[in-house]
């Protein structure tokens, strides 16, 4: 199993520029979640969708959009990136519908905006 | 509301010294709490987590953890430090009360000194 990956890994966009961000998970886990990470904050949840078909907001959503496109994969959209975007970003899945068990972490990606 | 805190930002001990990293949490029902550790460009691994019963919780590398609810801590220990537990560390809360989310602590910097 290769657990939570996440593409890309390393990406610079220009102020403006729209991306996705790619997350799969192949533990048939129902609950996915996308994280940002700066430095001195710690991990913020950006969205989540508990289950397929469902997607919440976080605490730090605006400038971002989710589709969980089935069971397996969760992406993250930046329509119009912006320098305060410049993050680490992580997709995390736990396999019961709630927060009742340890998230899985993808290794992360990297993104700046210029 | 839920929360998390980590008192320290960053610690610094000597390899074969013995390590307490503090974690605080707000929560208004029985919690479940984990740590995770993350090394320098990795994602976040999940060293031990508490769920119910003995107070006491042993995760993967030799750490371990003591829940106490009086003090609302889930303070992780170690008795002795290795070169290789330099990373950073973070305490999470969820269950059944979080909406689905989980809550991380801004996290601990660890440094090791030979």
């Known amino acids: 199993n290769a657990g939570v990956t996440q593409t890309p890994k390393f990406q610079v966009l220009k102020t403006g520029q729209s991306m996705t961000l790619q997350c799969a998970q192949d533990?048939?886990?129902?609950?996915m979640y996308w994280y940002r990470q700066d430095p001195g904050m710690g991990l913020r949840l950006i969205y989540y969708?508990?289950?397929?078909?469902?997607?919440d907001k976080g605490e730090v959503p605006n400038g971002y959009n989710v589709s969980r496109l089935n069971k397996r994969e969760f992406s993250l959209r930046l329509e119009s990136a912006a320098p305060s975007q410049t993050s680490v970003y992580f997709c995390?899945?736990?396999?019961?519908?709630?927060?009742?068990?340890?998230?899985?972490f993808g290794p992360g990606t990297r993104l700046t905006v210029l | 509301a839920q929360s998390v805190t980590q008192p320290d930002i960053h610690i610094t001990v000597s390899e074969g010294a013995s390590l307490e990293l503090r974690c605080n949490y707000s929560?208004?029902?029985?919690?479940?709490l984990f740590w995770y550790v993350q090394s320098p460009g990795q994602g976040l691994q999940l060293l031990l987590k508490?769920?119910?019963?003995?107070?006491l919780v042993q995760g993967i590398k030799g750490f371990e953890a003591e829940f106490k609810r009086s003090q609302s801590s889930f303070n992780l220990r170690k008795p002795s430090v290795h070169w290789s537990d330099a990373a950073e560390y973070f305490c999470?809360?969820?269950?059944?009360?979080?909406?689905?989310?989980?809550?991380f602590g801004t996290g601990t910097s660890l440094t090791v000194i030979p």
């Open positions: 995390a899945s736990n396999g019961l519908a709630g927060a009742y068990n340890e998230q899985f």
């Open positions: 533990m048939n886990h129902n609950s």
């Open positions: 969708s508990a289950s397929e078909g469902t997607t």
């Open positions: 929560y208004g029902a029985t919690p479940y």
């Open positions: 508490y769920f119910s019963g003995d107070t």
């Open positions: 999470a809360v969820g269950g059944r009360y979080t909406g689905n989310q989980f809550y």
